[in-house]
């Protein structure tokens, strides 16, 4: 089970990663766009969600493309979820208390790969 430290932790080891907030919220960017941040759900949310709506802390993660996220609900709904207010856009949202921490490493990983700038990025994963 993973925590908002091991979130911290994590985003502020890759390259450029600053914590701020989005929406009143903690966020972690690079280059002043979130890659991972807190997400609630809000209202409508839950209401579209029913029973399925998970109850514990909720993590945004950008991710490549519409398919990435697809591909991770669809292979693990019980950690990876979205709703219609994600539809057309590249993130997906997970159950941080249904997540171990290797799995948030990777998810953090490729969430800062996906909306670092391309020279940061191509650096970072050569220096890997």
Sequence with gaps: MATWADVRRLALALPGTT????????????R????????????????Q?????????????????????QALVADDPAVYLTT???????AVLVRLDAIDVAELGELVTEAWLARAPARLAREYLAGR
Excluded at 32 to 47: G, H, K, S
Excluded at 53 to 68: I, N, Q, W
């Design 19 to 30: 914590e701020g907030t989005s929406y009143g919220r903690p966020a972690w960017k690079v």
């Design 32 to 47: 002043d766009r979130a890659f991972v941040w807190e997400r609630p759900l809000r209202r409508a949310d839950v209401e």
């Design 49 to 69: 969600l029913g029973d399925a709506a998970p109850e514990g802390p909720v993590l945004g993660a950008a991710v490549a493309d519409e398919g990435v996220k």
């Design 84 to 90: 219609p207010h994600f539809d057309g856009y590249a």
